[in-house]
């Protein structure tokens, strides 16, 4: 940590910066510019993390020198993190391929689109049964009934199976039904749902929040993995702009990014980036050849009827079709994509 | 709401958009333009905002007529809401004081603000027990025992207490020792979090996200009213913007805007829309001249001793200086701030 | 400056940066934490302004201790400077009310809106001739046929006038005319433009663009500073914001921000900043209660007829009652509006 | 155009805003919906782009239903245009690879680095000599000197050159020496220039301003185009955001949202829209697979000597290297590459 000392700051104010480091039994390391005065701090810098040195009167500015996370960090694992998700594999040259719609409707359109997207060349099955609506009159999902849906549509076609919580008094029973639990973008900082999985040995789809930076979305992996939960797949989703001409704006460069100063596996989710049909297969090759670990799609078998983000879901041939471009992409690459497994019913 | 087509529309394609509406039980109107089919929807819009019209291949752009918020709108309720916090009100000419330290240390420090802030022009105590930390290695809170301390020094010193809640399993816990709850910006869409503080008829705080446009918020405040609580008081606490010069965005128009379209009275927080110690005076005084019906002031007796968010905290005599002035500015708009009240310990 | 180099810098990649800085005359402090290596520069940081430091391998982040304005800054002059528009004040404890319509379209249409705001409070008249629209096919403006008009208003009403200026080849027609050059939003960064005026030495009213920091604003001050002309008064007019409710976003807290570094006046334009009519008193208001140093209003005798901005103009009735109220405010602030001039004309 | 009153519009506002519309040539297309009343205008939208008709009291919002521009529209021009930079096409297929220096320096820096790219893949010379700097303290170009320079080492390797226009005045000049002008993203609507340029026939690269909505940049499009010039080539390179991460925020999905409405060519620029070297290369991938047009990056034989820019500039060898994965890309896509020119001198 470096301290930036105003220009007016006194010899004593000096020394009663001095003073508080070395209460906090850190090493101070004085240099006077010709301009200003700096202190280069040596030691532990977590241990001042929690003292405001920037509210001292002398103080200009405070410069931290590490990042405030550790273990999602590339320092402290410099390899890539593989990460499972029952048989199908996310980073390390493993591109996962996660579709479905935007909730769980009913059986039949699970079964409907369950069984296209695994034919188009998805490998993992998401849906929602929770939804965390921004109108308290919209339809907030099938509850318990939607989970069991998708567990057995998932075990019908060989897929493991991805769904969003919301609430930490659902922790057990989503538990029981899912291969991974997805924390959505709305919740990216509500740390109480973040320790709770964290407890869990399940792996974690942590989607970007709309005003984070990459590290404020590494602080919050870095939640979950304090406490003990290593399994955490980051997930670009667009962040907020301010052009209408897209729903988000997708920032691609988030993904090697995070590549550069974490382990962890990120993927791109190119529908709630976008939010318009034309544009989602673009951005999921875009997303693919800037290095992502896999591609989140909603796919919907008639998008006009769907209860819930209709306008941006593909339809199962529109989605087929992506796949197998982002097929190539990923040939050309050299990497994988797992495959589906057994139907387990 | 209005469907604006494609430019390349068939009258096959026209006729099922019409077909859709109409199994809905509205009224469509059609009107072909020089360039451009437009059609009309009678009826209540409410029963096609589950419906994804944008996702039939023919329509370019669906525009609502109507804000997708009711029981939050000027026009269900044209005069502004009063809300009031054990004694004192905020909205309708009253301009609420809150003040207090981020986060409860101890009883003496409670203590030393509480005393300061009551004689120095608040009139309602603000503190943290359960801390939504962007690190999980970060000071977490006091959880029970900061309630307590918060609850006795409000009572001391006659002022009501506010502090945020950020786990729904805490509700009946808080709920015995405040007089507002507090929903923090990074869950203004924890929607699980604001129908439980909706279920209650304590008055909510409820701050902006850092990504959410004015009518998000009135979003988030129409879950909460339409649980039954119509007690909810907004605040602007900035919004996420690209000039690291201040830590957020201070948007002070959003006083008048939400004004413009909701009854629910706004507060600002300049504390946290700047971060700076420099800024806070005069971006609550804007705030104030702006309309606001109230100020939140974050402020500890020695900052750069506090826990967190010391950087952004006025001393006691800073915020006895810039609440005399505040005073003055309600004198002049013909405003007024409801007096502190007895001691009731 | 400070140089925090990579974890894994070696010996010979350190000892290569400590040679480039040493090149340039300077004098560099190593510092080796438990964590990170970090140099300080000791001499005139502006030496290595152009030097890529942050190209070389081993380097990770560059930390600038200095602003890299030098004659803007507060350091350089911490007075508050005080710029007079013929005879009317700004700065230091002067507050300039500049009101005009967006456009000049007649003689007879300035005539009445001249006539208006000099009885409704204003002091300087404001008026575009050259426009820069948006759009090739909208109305450019009246040219010098409109600078004739400005002027000959401005002195029967006892006024200075200020108008845009878009063309470098303009300077010299418009310097005849008018008492202060207005460089807009979208040429703030329009150095060629900068230099231009800086060459003249009446006033310019420099507005910020929209996705300018404050230090980009003060650097485009610098600019017209470093050819000789030291009037400048910076504009703040609203940045671009994710929020479609107001046309910009109104970043009041870029007043007490400049301040705290630059000795230059700053108003607002509440107009631009929102484009909507019923919010701007309110912004204006808050932009005098943060300290800002004017008040710039678009006003139109007939909006809906106005050739542009009529959505943003106040009638002259609207802009009376607004300017009694930044009266009332300027009284409290203990401040002053410098009052009209004789009719010259 | 839709117009959509106010819920308290009169009978006589109403009538007021149909006289309005017919007074302009227009018919207005009345329709009373249960909550609001809405007018479809029928005929042509243009006529009514200058009345301000959001200044009408009882209107509460004013829908354009076609875009703001009509020669950079795909519905004027169906096909994709390809336009040609000396013997380099862009578009309808053909990816253009544009590389180079920030700034030309000297010839011999120009003859490095051109012979270096002409062999790692790029096929237009790019190189600053007029250069719109920050700080009026750094280095402002080499002036004709460069221009000069560029021209030679272009010609001795076979690219087609291109540099950045500043300053109206320069038209003629640069005019001689160059094959395409360059807008730079500061002064995308400097409308001064793009009226300057749009009167010659050379090819223009238009840069996306940092605060410019896709469609302001196809208005800025339309500047040229409706001077006469037809041969403009858009360009990504990043927009304003709020994540210092990156040194501006590239927006992968302008690509594909500019072709959804026009049929100008589109490219990318990656290394001023992420500022760093390690992510430089995925962008300009993920650009490419979004269907980018062409790629501009910048190349610098020693970077941290570069008078500008070093921080961002590959190497040779790196371009090369990116170059071939580009040529790989264009292959799988079913694109074309022009090849370089003889060398004519």
Redesign the interface.
């Given at each position: 940590m470096?301290i930036?000392l105003r220009?007016d700051a006194t010899d004593e104010q000096i020394e009663h910066v001095l003073e508080?480091i070395e209460r906090l039994g850190l090493t101070a390391?004085l240099?006077r510019?010709?301009?200003?005065t700096?202190i280069?701090?040596?030691?532990?810098?977590?241990k001042i993390?929690?003292?405001?040195?920037?509210?001292?009167p002398a103080v200009a500015q405070v410069?931290p020198?590490?990042p405030?996370?550790k273990l999602a960090s590339a320092?402290a694992h410099p390899k890539p993190s593989i990460i499972e998700v029952g048989h199908v594999k996310f980073g390390g040259g493993y591109v996962g391929m996660i579709a479905g719609p935007c909730t769980v409707e009913s059986r039949e359109q699970m079964d409907a689109i369950g069984s296209a997207i695994r034919d188009g060349g998805a490998n993992i099955l998401r849906g929602g049964a929770f939804k965390?609506?921004?109108?308290?009159?919209?339809?907030q999902g099938l509850g318990e009934d939607g989970l069991k849906i998708l567990r057995d549509t998932g075990n019908k076609y060989g897929m493991p199976v991805v769904t969003e919580i919301?609430?930490?008094?659902h922790i057990d029973l989503i538990h029981e039904y899912v291969d991974m639990f997805q924390i959505g973008a709305?919740?990216m900082?509500?740390?109480?749902l973040l320790?709770e999985v964290g407890r869990t040995t399940k792996p974690i789809l942590l989607k970007r929040?709309?005003?984070a930076?990459?590290?404020?979305l590494l602080?919050s992996a870095?939640?979950i993995l304090?406490?003990g939960n290593p399994n955490v797949i980051l997930c670009e989703r667009g962040?907020?702009?301010?052009?209408?001409?897209?729903r988000n704006?997708?920032?691609?460069?988030?993904?090697?990014?995070v590549k550069?100063i974490s382990h962890l596996p990120i993927i791109v989710d190119p529908s709630h980036?976008?939010g318009?049909?034309?544009?989602i297969p673009?951005?999921a090759?875009?997303?693919?050849?800037?290095?992502s670990d896999g591609v989140h799609i909603e796919v919907h078998h008639c998008?006009?009827e769907?209860?819930?983000?209709?306008?941006q879901?593909l339809r199962p041939e529109q989605y087929a079709q992506l796949a197998g471009q982002i097929r190539?992409?990923v040939t050309?690459f050299d990497k994988k994509i797992s495959p589906v497994g057994e139907a387990s019913q």
């Open positions: 470096i930036i220009a508080r390391h240099s510019g010709t301009y200003r700096v280069g701090i040596i030691g532990d810098e977590a993390a929690v003292a405001p040195l920037q509210a001292i410069v020198v590490l405030p996370f320092e965390p609506r921004t109108s308290p009159y919209s339809f919301i609430d930490p008094r709305r919740n900082q509500n740390f109480v320790t929040g709309m005003s930076t990459v590290k404020d602080m870095e939640y304090s406490q962040i907020k702009g301010f052009d209408p001409e897209t704006l997708f920032d691609v460069a988030a993904v090697p990014a550069a980036a976008t318009r049909l034309d544009l673009c951005c090759l875009a997303g693919v050849a800037a290095g998008p006009e769907a209860l819930s983000d209709g306008q879901s190539d992409l050309l």
